[in-house]
């Protein structure tokens, strides 16, 4: 059964930090894994996509790697600002049509 | 391009009615999941439809159905609701391509409270 932590539950930092989250997954033979952030009491926004087949995926200042053989994955944040204090999430597919998600990071990046 | 819609945004229910929340997928999408959020469970999966047809279920009772419709819209119903089925419900659309490509895009949720 595939489960999907993150580490750490909760981050504070101080603005202009470049931060990484985490997040570890106990079954490798995945299709994709999707890093998403939430604001409170919102949907989510989907961030990166990395399918199986890649190593990282890069928009803006925020990079994901993916390292399938050890089960993780993590979310890099450069320059963090105030607008991106929110809670992130990774889900991993494992091609059953579904996705299993974290339980999040929840991050505060202060002024 | 419009985003993910569901509808209605909130809902207030009592104990033992039913409920029927909506979700309209980005145009073209035709894979719609359903999930339900709550602060102690997070994020779980309910169910997932493409072209008609439920290809998969998540751990949950019978209470909890959905459907899709020709059109990629999809409804779920909850029957005889209880206190612990209030929740944020949110609906993910995906366009599939070929070699597994499958990002998904959520709504903006229908948040539930069952008195």
């Known amino acids: 059964k595939q489960e999907v932590t993150q580490i750490p539950a909760a981050l504070s930092v101080p603005e202009g930090e470049n931060l990484v989250l985490n997040c570890s997954f106990t079954?490798?033979?995945?299709?994709?894994l999707q890093w998403f952030r939430q604001d409170p009491g919102k949907g989510l926004t989907s961030l990166l996509l990395?399918?199986?087949?890649?190593r990282e995926q890069t928009s803006g200042r925020l990079n994901a790697s993916l390292d399938k053989s050890s089960g993780r994955s993590t979310l890099y944040i450069a320059a963090s600002q105030p607008g991106d204090s929110a809670t992130y999430l990774c889900a991993v597919s494992a091609g059953t049509y579904k996705y299993i998600f974290g339980t999040g990071t929840r991050l505060k990046v202060l002024a | 391009k419009a985003g993910v819609t569901q509808t209605p945004r909130y809902l207030i229910k009592t104990r033992g009615q039913q409920v029927t929340l909506s979700c309209s997928p980005i145009s073209g999408h035709r894979s719609v999941s359903w999930y339900q959020q709550t602060p102690g469970q997070g994020l779980q999966f309910l169910f997932e439809?493409?072209?008609?047809?439920?290809?998969n279920k998540g751990n949950f009772p019978g209470r909890f159905s959905g459907r899709q419709f020709s059109n990629s819209r999809s409804e779920m119903n909850v029957s005889t609701l209880e206190l612990g089925d209030s929740a944020l419900y949110l609906c993910?659309?995906?366009?599939?391509?070929?070699?597994?490509?499958?990002?998904?895009?959520f709504g903006p949720g229908t948040r539930l409270t069952v008195l």
């Open positions: 993910a659309s995906s366009l599939e391509l070929a070699g597994g490509y499958n990002e998904q895009f």
């Open positions: 990395i399918q199986s087949s890649q």
């Open positions: 079954d490798s033979a995945i299709y994709n």
């Open positions: 439809y493409f072209s008609e047809t439920q290809r």
